[in-house]
């Protein structure tokens, strides 16, 4: 889907990706997450570095806020969630079943993962969908913090969240030809 | 990893495969009609068709749920080997759902008026024969993950990979009940579960990761 593209993110740093529906930022943070190899060209780092948030935000909704980020924090083997609780306001929620919440609310559940990870890349895809104005803030509070912690953050989203970042227009690098020249045949 | 099976027990409907297992049990006696003889017969080999149809009935939800929560991703992203995922996932079906079925086999053998020297081998030959369910059934819900309607294609795909397990364990079953020497399919089916355990969850999250892509 995309072509020719090169980057490099610093500690420190983050870089927003930005570009119409349908480019590929979707595709391409999978890519860089590990989930899907890419065509071709490659991705440098590792993946154990890297955190990754998608569009749907993996909550139980039969579980707690409290427990939902206590399955994340043992599977990462991180023992606080305190910090990620207070980050994203989540205290007064803490012992709700994450199937009431609202979507914004879960959506900040789903980005307070991001905290109890304890790895230095983030990788966030439309992070802010269904936030507040407010909650956007304290989104762009955590990144800030996250980055001033030598973490960096890779984010593709179509909203100003303020950071002192740069931006990564993806609409360029479209890819010309369609991208099955080596396609295994023995799949068909 | 404890909490990965709390957060399964807690997601599912898993209850849903017992209660099948007890209407199965409990309408055979009705549809065959009173020949105590008969029931005897085939009461073994009905308590393993209505435990491996249980099994089966609970698969679909086995990894779907948490794919379209997006969690398989974040699973699939966290240290934790998917292998290891998998494999946790096929226990924790295990313990929600094969296990109740081994206990409540005795039960419901009672109603189908098991032979006495059949209760034990009937315990013992589903103790030995649902993990492997649970294995085979977590592949077939790897196979079919992304799939909207994956539950009649994974159904399907599972029928066949079920066959070695419930012949050799309503085999055990049936020799038990009757008196006869059990070793050679008990062996069998020992054989079937220990190399399910042992190589599936490999296939299982080789197949996952396709699927992931």
Redesign the interface.
Known sequence: MLAGLSFTLAPGQALILRGPNGIGKTTLL?TI?????PVSGFVEGG??M??????????????TVT?NL???A????TKTIELALSAFDLEPLQDRPAGVLSAGQKRRLGLS?MLVTGRPIWVLDEPTVSLDVKSVQMFATAVRAHLAQGGSALIATHIDLGLDSEVLELGPFKAKAPALDNFDGAFL | ????R??LR??GGFGLGLAFFLIMTVMVPLSVGPQPDLLASIAPGVLWLGALLACLLSLDRLLALDW????L????????PLESTVTIKALAHWITTGLPLVLAAPVLGVLLNLPLAGFKWVVISLLLGTPALSVIGTFGAALTVGLKRGGLLMSLLVMPLYMPTLIFGAEVARRGAIGMDVQTPLLMLAGISAASIALLPFASAAVLRIN??
């Open positions: 999978r997450a590990g989930l899907q190899p993946e154990d890297i955190a990754y948030a998608g569009h749907s935000d993996g909550i139980k909704p039969t579980l427990e206590n399955f994340w043992s599977v990462f083997g993962r | 990893m404890r909490d990965l709390l957060a807690a997601g379209e929560d997006g969690s991703d974040l699973l699939a992203t966290a240290p934790l992931l892509r």
